[in-house]
């Protein structure tokens, strides 16, 4: 049975997102497993038709019968257009409004270089569907929030996000209960409200193109916590750490870093999953290794890049016999290793200016030549 882990974080404007995957694939599916991790790597990136072509290339005999029916229901989902969640949603207007986001979805995905002439036709969907006009005068997070309140008024929670990534996106969800939790972190504790949320209808575009086996486990804003019930074991180190303490750490970041963006805030919450963690170092790091990328503009595949090469270079000035293998690594030094880097990393952003530094890493020429100067 596959079971639900926390792979990774990512930012979306103030919005953060916990992104689940279902793990456990049978031993004899080890090898192809492996393949089609870098299958949904694609898939969470956005890279629709790279994925087609990767169905494509596979030999159907190399195939289990599990794997033959996914790739059917790819080519059934983004080929054809069928296989929709909307299909299974019994409430005809909010039925409409999944409906309006998946051709939206399906159009940028394929057609990405006609992204803004698919965000136009969803945005007209979306007045003519809820009788709000989005005119000259309302603001984009306006009409989120009546469209949000029109989707209520009707039995259902919303989230209608700005951008995901390079995608406008869409969840919803039926029932929502609050909790309080007092969340220990390297250097603070914080108290939050927790929204658990359950009886989802739409997992988002990542979970559109994923057939939800990778989704929003849950999200964090200004405010609060939201998570998904179902992703989680609440007693877990799953939600204790890679969940509550990442998300906390973002808490302090607001507060301390007002200004600083999305891989900068991922960077910061990882290296506190890896300090605060008992059992998961080695789960962590693989995952950081396997969905890194150099990647401008994707907060969490860069975030995972910088955090596994400066780890990586931290152990070998500071660990004797270190070949890169992260299993080869003790709890101990991943933890002492992790908490310098942090550090490292808070004392850049201060020197930078903590109510107006946006990054340690996307430095203006002339911020970098003031920097090196007072260094010298």
Request: glycine residues 4%; charged residues 25%; hydrophobic residues 40%.
């Amino acid at each position: 049975m596959n079971q639900k882990t926390i792979l990774k974080i990512y930012l979306c404007g103030a919005w953060v997102f916990a992104l689940m995957a279902a793990t456990g694939a049978c031993a004899q599916d080890h090898a192809t497993s492996i393949s089609l991790e870098s299958m949904y790597a694609k898939c969470l990136q956005g890279q629709m038709n790279d994925v087609l072509e990767w169905w494509d290339q596979q030999d159907h005999d190399d195939l289990t019968d599990d794997q033959i029916a996914l790739r059917k229901r790819y080519e059934s989902r983004f080929v054809n257009g069928k296989d929709l969640p909307s299909d299974h949603i019994s409430h005809p207007e909010i039925a409409q409004l999944q409906r309006s986001f998946e051709r939206y979805w399906l159009s940028a995905l394929i057609h990405p270089d006609e992204v803004d002439q698919a965000e136009r036709t969803l945005a007209k969907e979306l007045e003519t569907l809820s009788g709000i006009e989005h005119g000259a005068q309302m603001s984009p997070d306006t009409f989120k929030v009546h469209l949000e309140a029109w989707a209520l008024d009707r039995g259902y929670h919303a989230l209608l996000v700005g951008k995901t990534a390079h995608l406008r996106d869409c969840f919803i969800w039926k029932v929502d209960s609050v909790a309080r939790y007092t969340i220990p972190l390297v250097q603070d504790t914080v108290m939050v409200e927790v929204h658990l949320m359950s009886d989802f209808l739409s997992f988002g575009w990542m979970g559109f193109t994923t057939f939800d086996r990778t989704h929003a486990g849950g999200w964090a804003t200004r405010e609060a916590l939201f998570a998904v019930k179902e992703s989680y074991d609440l007693e877990s180190e799953s939600y204790q750490v890679s969940y509550l303490c990442h998300e906390g750490q973002h808490f302090l970041d607001y507060q301390h870093f007002p200004r600083l963006t999305g891989t900068d805030l991922e960077y910061r919450a990882k290296l506190v999953e890896l300090i605060m963690a008992q059992e998961r170092h080695h789960i962590l790091l693989q995952h950081f290794q396997t969905h890194a990328a150099d990647l401008p503009g994707q907060h969490h595949p860069r975030a995972n890049f910088l955090l596994t090469t400066h780890l990586q270079q931290w152990m070998r000035e500071q660990v004797a016999d270190f070949d890169g293998d992260w299993n080869s690594v003790s709890k101990a030094d991943i933890r002492k290793g992790s908490l310098a880097l942090l550090k490292a990393h808070t004392k850049l952003l201060n020197a930078l200016g903590a109510d107006r530094v946006e990054s340690a890493w996307d430095i203006p020429e002339k911020v970098e030549d003031k920097s090196a100067a007072q260094h010298e």
